[in-house]
C-alpha cells in the first residue's frame, strides 16, 4: 500500500473578538446590546457551521469581558470542543498598558474566562496584536502557555522564559484586507490571496495561520465563502495538518524540552 505523503504545512484557523466588548472598550457603546450583537447572533453561529461541516477545531480569542456578559457564548466555544484564548478585557491597546493596570486586566479577563467556560485558558494574542515588554512575565504568572501575538523573529518559537510564541502574520487578518481599503476588497481577491499563501506555505513547508474575525467575516456570506475555500483547500490537502495554535504551542515546547534532556 502507497504511504501518504509526510505532512509539511501546519494550518491553524483561528478567530478574535466577540460581542461588544471591543465598542465598550472604545466608549462607542455603554454595555450589553438589547437585541444582542450581530457577532454573537449571525457571525459565531455561521463560523460554527462551517467548521463543524469540516469536522475542525480553531482557536478563538475573546476579551474577559464577555465571561461576564456573554457566558453562555463563552461556554459554547468550550462545548464545541474548540481552544479557548484570551484577548484582553475590552480590546484595549495592549501595546500601550503600564505593567500594573496589563497586570490586573489579565488577571481579570483569565479568571472571568474560566468562571464562564469551565476551562482555563491557556493561549493569548493581544489585542492589537503586539504586547508589551512585561506581557510574558504577566503571562507565565497566570499559567499560560502561549503567546500568539506579533513576537520577536516573527516565527514560532520557545522563548527564553519557556514561553511558546506563535505569532501571525498581517496578511492572515480578514480586517487587514476588509478594514482597510473603502470599498474593500472583493471577497475573491482575498480568498485568491490566501490561498496562494497557503500553497506556498505547503510546497515549502511551516505554518499559516488565518486571523478571522465574527463582525467581517462571519456576518457575510461571501466572506464566509472566501474562507471556506480556504478550508477546503487545506483540509483535502494530505501535505496539510490542521490543528489549533495549542497543540502548535505544545509541539514546540515538547521539542525544547527534548533537546535539553
Known amino acids: 500500500m502507497a504511504q501518504s505523503p509526510a505532512r509539511?504545512?501546519?494550518?491553524?484557523f483561528t478567530f478574535d473578538n466577540m460581542g461588544e466588548a471591543a465598542d465598550v472598550g472604545l466608549g462607542r457603546v455603554p454595555g450589553p446590546m438589547a437585541n444582542g450583537d450581530a457577532s454573537i447572533t449571525v457571525g459565531y453561529p455561521a463560523l460554527f457551521r462551517l467548521l463543524d461541516r469540516h469536522g475542525l477545531r480553531a482557536t478563538f480569542f475573546i476579551e474577559g469581558w464577555n465571561g461576564l456578559h456573554h457566558p453562555e457564548s463563552v461556554r459554547e466555544i468550550v462545548e464545541r470542543e474548540h481552544e479557548l484564548g484570551m484577548h484582553g478585557w475590552v480590546h484595549?491597546?495592549?501595546?500601550?498598558?503600564?505593567?500594573?493596570?496589563?497586570?490586573?486586566?489579565?488577571?481579570?479577563?483569565?479568571d472571568a474566562l474560566e468562571k464562564a467556560s469551565g476551562t482555563r485558558p491557556r493561549g493569548f494574542r493581544a489585542p492589537g496584536g503586539a504586547r508589551t515588554?512585561?506581557?510574558?512575565?504577566?503571562?507565565?504568572?497566570?499559567g499560560y502557555r502561549y503567546d500568539a501575538s506579533l513576537g520577536d523573529g516573527m516565527k514560532p518559537q520557545v522563548l527564553a522564559s519557556g514561553l511558546a510564541q506563535v505569532p501571525f502574520r498581517w496578511a492572515g487578518v480578514d480586517g487587514f484586507h476588509y478594514l482597510a481599503s473603502d470599498p474593500p476588497p472583493a471577497p475573491e481577491t482575498v480568498r485568491d490571496l490566501w490561498l496562494e499563501a497557503l500553497r506556498r506555505t505547503i510546497d515549502r513547508g511551516g505554518l499559516f495561520v488565518t486571523v478571522c474575525h465574527a463582525f467581517v467575516t462571519g456576518v457575510d456570506e461571501r466572506r464566509m465563502a472566501a474562507l471556506e475555500a480556504v478550508v477546503e483547500a487545506a483540509v483535502r490537502e494530505e501535505r496539510v495538518h490542521v490543528c489549533t495554535l495549542g497543540e502548535v504551542a505544545e509541539r514546540l515546547l515538547a521539542v525544547r524540552r527534548e533537546s535539553t534532556l
Open 133 to 142: 515588554a512585561s506581557t510574558e512575565n504577566i503571562l507565565l504568572d497566570l
Open 92 to 110: 484595549e491597546t495592549w501595546r500601550d498598558l503600564d505593567p500594573l493596570p496589563e497586570r490586573d486586566l489579565a488577571a481579570r479577563a483569565t
Open 8 to 12: 509539511s504545512a501546519i494550518v491553524c
